[in-house]
Nanobody
């Protein structure tokens, strides 16, 4: 079983930056693909960013392209989401998720592919 433990998040003013981290523990696998999703207040969960197991492929929702960067350190079993130029609409609970990627090296946006989920981190952007 894989456990995902998130850290980071908090309160920031518009234009500010935050970093979220997702650390895998337990029975970790070298071929874990990881994604970040978020659920804004009163809305459905949505895809934010994903990275393939090798780090060779990344994928972002259009609204965060150029502002958010997903990266991974496989030696530390950690995936980070650097969020710059945060806007009010980025306010949400952010979740990391992972699945064992056995075929290909794509960064998948569909939450249905992901088997393991972190506990969630609140990100609030407010002036």
């Amino acid at each position: 079983q894989v456990q995902l433990v998130q850290s980071g998040g908090g309160l920031v003013q518009p234009g500010g930056a935050l970093r979220l981290s997702c650390a895998a523990s337990g029975r970790t696998y070298s071929n874990l693909a990881v994604g970040w999703f978020r659920q804004p207040p009163g809305k459905e969960r949505e895809f934010v960013a994903a990275i393939s197991w090798s780090g060779g492929s990344t994928n972002y929702v259009d609204s965060v392209k150029g502002r958010f960067t997903i990266s991974r350190d496989n030696a530390k079993n950690t995936v980070n989401l650097q969020m710059n130029n945060l806007q009010l609409e980025d306010t949400a609970v952010y979740y990391c998720a992972a699945y064992k990627q056995t075929i290909g090296d794509r960064a998948i946006s569909s939450s249905e592919e992901y088997d393991y989920w972190g506990q969630g981190s609140q990100v609030t952007v407010s002036s």
